[in-house]
């Protein structure tokens, strides 16, 4: 079983940059493709972004490309997410999880989460 624990988060203004971060632990992390999710208050979680394992594959939400980057580090168990440009609406809660793809169904483990609030 892999733990992942969220960081990064907190309160910044419209325009400002947040870079958040997730470390795992327990089985290999390496061979396993990452994903970052996020949800607001009273909505459903979403989808923002995906790696594959090695990083060189990625997918993002229409409503963060081109300001979000996701990446990672293998050799320290971590994935990241940088988000520049934020927005009001990207305030949430953001999640990482271990899988692939759109869907929060094909992830199986989850971060508690990380709170972000950007103010207008």
């Known amino acids: 079983q892999v733990q992942l624990v969220e960081s990064g988060g907190g309160l910044v203004a419209a325009g400002a940059s947040l870079r958040l971060s997730c470390t795992a632990s327990?089985?290999?992390?390496?061979?396993?493709?990452m994903g970052w999710f996020r949800q607001a208050p009273g909505k459903e979680r979403e989808f923002v972004c995906t790696?594959?394992?090695?990083?060189?594959?990625?997918d993002y939400a229409d409503s963060v490309a081109g300001r979000f980057t996701i990446s990672r580090d293998n050799a320290k168990n971590m994935v990241y997410l940088q988000m520049n440009s934020l927005k009001f609406e990207d305030t949430a809660v953001y999640y990482c999880?271990?899988?692939?793809?759109?869907?929060?169904?094909?992830?199986?483990?989850w971060g508690r989460g990380t709170q972000v609030t950007v103010s207008s």
């Open positions: 999880a271990v899988g692939w793809g759109r869907a929060n169904t094909t992830y199986d483990a």
């Open positions: 327990g089985r290999s992390f390496s061979n396993n493709p």
């Open positions: 790696i594959n394992w090695s990083g060189a594959i990625t």
